[in-house]
């Protein structure tokens, strides 16, 4: 221990003699923390810079000890030591705080990759996700949900919390790999798809409700995703209301035929059955207050086995790099 420290002061009861302030006793204190290495000098400025108050503390201390110098000559060493260590907490407050930081880069990818999914879970608890709408990619597809969204100011501000692009990209690269993301309608999907390329390479779940007018597009975008291993779709009587080309063109000579739309008829059916490679598959019914109805409890089940027999199958590049293996 420093000749000069708190814990001496008080032995000598200087603290109530000179009538210390609380503020200027915890700050004292701190700066023995600091020396026996409990807080560092970043922990300790930062006590200090705490309030205005705290700060005028240490110039009142100084002020109060050069008056007591003058008054009685034989505190000199006491006030000394106090004056000392006052100046010692102002010279450490003022410095500037390091820039480089702890060089997370430098850890193994597996733990960096822990760190960030254990964040990644700190800020959503819930395993599934719903994307806040992008701005360019609204459509007239009806919104049902009061959902709580995406955390965009949180997600904002993460590239300040890390202070290095590096780290963002992988925070994200990890974000989309761990979590499900839920989306109201395709098209809302296929502007995410569009404007965000480390979304599209890195999302392994994808719920989608099967709606709006780019469900074709989007679903071929879907067989592009290399990462997805499972999709989730939401059917609804909005499902229905988009035909396929053909079927769009066929119900304007033979209304009659179309009179009940069936699923084989729907926007997006042949997009849905050229995607491969998929672990899991599910067909899951909106609520009723989303626009779901009992009436559709077959189509889920028939959709289900459909896409489950083709889904799943191996890509066909895959199949060629097992020939050649
Ligand atoms: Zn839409």
């Known amino acids: ?59 009142n201390t100084i002020q109060k000890c050069a008056g007591l110098l003058k008054k009685s000559p034989e505190e000199i060493t006491t006030c000394v030591d106090v004056i000392e260590m006052c100046t010692e907490l102002l010279e450490i407050a003022d410095r500037k705080p390091p820039m480089d930081g702890f060089p997370f880069m430098r850890l193994p990818v597996e733990i960096r990759e822990r760190v960030l999914g254990l964040m990644i879970d700190n800020i959503f608890r819930t395993k599934s996700v719903i994307p806040a709408s992008n701005k360019n990619g609204s459509c007239k597809c ?36 761990e979590k499900t993301f839920r989306f109201r309608c395709t098209c809302e999907l296929q502007s995410h798809l569009i404007s965000n390329d480390m979304f599209l390479d890195n999302v392994r779940s994808i719920v989608v409700h099967w709606s709006g007018s780019e469900s074709a597009k989007t679903f071929r975008l879907l067989a592009k995703m290399p990462k997805l291993e499972s999709l989730g779709i939401v059917i ?82 895959e199949d060629h790099d097992m020939e050649l293996a």
């Open 236 to 317: 609804s009587k909005l499902t229905f209301i988009h035909l396929n080309e053909r079927s769009a063109l066929m119900k304007t000579y033979f209304p009659l035929a179309f009179k009940t739309i069936r699923i084989a008829d729907v926007l997006g059916l042949d997009e849905l059955l050229e995607i491969r490679g998929l672990h899991q598959v599910g067909v899951m019914l909106a609520p009723t207050s989303r626009g779901g109805s009992q009436s559709y409890k077959m189509d889920r089940a028939n959709l289900l086995e459909l896409l489950s027999s083709r889904l799943t199958q191996a890509k066909e590049d």
């Open 142 to 177: 009806p919104r049902f949900d009061r959902d709580t969204v995406f955390q965009t100011a949180q997600m904002k501000d993460l590239a300040c919390v890390f202070g290095s692009n590096l780290i963002t990209l992988e925070f994200f690269r990890v974000f989309f790999r």
């Open 1 to 59: 221990m420093p000749a000069k420290s708190f814990y001496v002061l008080k032995l000598k009861t200087v603290p109530a003699k000179y009538g210390l302030s609380k503020n200027i006793q915890d700050l004292l204190m701190a700066l023995d923390h600091y020396h026996d290495g409990s807080i560092d000098a970043v922990e300790l400025g930062r006590l200090v810079r705490l309030s205005r108050n705290r700060r005028a503390s240490i110039a």
